[in-house]
């Protein structure tokens, strides 16, 4: 297993040269670097930690004084996180995930691994969190037609009843208004068209869940 954290840039569209449109996905992934690894014999499992955002990038960081810069350390990361990078030598960073490997100590703590994990043609599975519409009704929530709209109606997009009354509760699963979006969700098997090494960029075809700039892990098998 390989994979690599990033942000979701936007949708675009690539032109084969027999003239057919495809529809693909921009996606920013890496640099990611090796924060920790996860063994059998220590942990159950074989997996490696990776950190993708440094909490104050190098830019930044040459701006700041030391004082100004422990500040915003301190205030953006605190003690246990801090510490846990200290002890890999790794400047702290935003967002931390886990991977499954088959042998997590091949790859030594600060290792910095980016897009050249992947090339054009291989199948990469996308997690992401899909956008968030709040407290939405019946309609928009589970598609509902609605009930009469003519004159005399006075009932346009309420869900009607409840369902069967004998049973004095209402039966799990019921399609009701509700909370919608913001739910974790894989897309399998999408293919990678472009590889860009300098600014490591994945191309995919297809579409990716999640807003511009949401947060996405692209794994697959090696």
């Given at each position: 297993?390989?994979?690599?954290?990033?942000?979701?840039?936007?949708?675009?569209?690539?032109?084969?040269?027999a003239?057919?449109?495809?529809?693909?996905?921009?996606?920013?992934?890496?640099?990611?670097?090796?924060?920790q690894?996860?063994?059998?014999?220590?942990?159950?499992?074989?997996?490696?930690?990776?950190?993708?955002?440094?909490?104050?990038?190098?830019?930044?960081?040459?701006?700041?004084s030391?004082?100004?810069?422990?500040?915003?350390?301190?205030k953006?990361?605190?003690k246990?996180?801090?510490?846990h990078?200290?002890?890999?030598?790794i400047?702290p960073?935003?967002?931390?995930r886990?991977?499954r490997v088959?042998?997590?100590?091949?790859?030594?703590?600060?290792?910095?691994?980016?897009?050249?994990?992947?090339?054009?043609?291989?199948?990469?599975?996308?997690i992401?969190?899909?956008?968030?519409?709040?407290?939405q009704?019946?309609?928009?929530?589970?598609?509902?037609?609605?009930?009469?709209a003519?004159?005399?109606?006075?009932?346009?997009?309420?869900?009607?009843?409840?369902?069967?009354?004998?049973?004095a509760?209402?039966?799990?699963?019921?399609?009701?208004?509700?909370?919608?979006g913001h739910?974790?969700?894989?897309?399998?098997?999408?293919?990678?068209?472009?590889?860009?090494?300098?600014a490591?960029?994945?191309v995919?075809?297809?579409?990716?869940?999640?807003?511009?700039?949401?947060?996405?892990?692209v794994?697959?098998?090696e």
């Amino acid at each position: 297993m390989k994979g690599l954290i990033g942000r979701k840039v936007g949708m675009t569209q690539l032109f084969r040269p027999a003239g057919e449109r495809v529809a693909v996905t921009v996606l920013q992934v890496g640099p990611c670097v090796v924060t920790q690894q996860k063994t059998a014999a220590n942990d159950g499992y074989e997996a490696l930690q990776l950190a993708f955002e440094p909490v104050i990038d190098d830019e930044t960081a040459r701006g700041l004084s030391p004082e100004r810069r422990e500040k915003r350390l301190a205030k953006r990361c605190n003690k246990p996180q801090r510490r846990h990078f200290e002890k890999a030598g790794i400047a702290p960073h935003r967002v931390v995930r886990e991977i499954r490997v088959d042998d997590a100590a091949a790859t030594a703590v600060g290792t910095v691994l980016t897009a050249d994990l992947f090339a054009p043609g291989d199948k990469v599975d996308i997690i992401g969190t899909t956008r968030g519409f709040g407290f939405q009704g019946a309609m928009k929530r589970h598609n509902f037609k609605g009930q009469g709209a003519s004159h005399g109606a006075k009932i346009h997009r309420k869900p009607a009843s409840a369902g069967a009354t004998d049973a004095a509760r209402v039966f799990k699963g019921k399609r009701s208004p509700g909370h919608m979006g913001h739910v974790r969700m894989t897309e399998q098997n999408l293919v990678v068209e472009v590889v860009d090494l300098e600014a490591n960029l994945l191309v995919v075809r297809g579409a990716v869940p999640g807003p511009k700039g949401g947060l996405i892990m692209v794994v697959a098998e090696e």
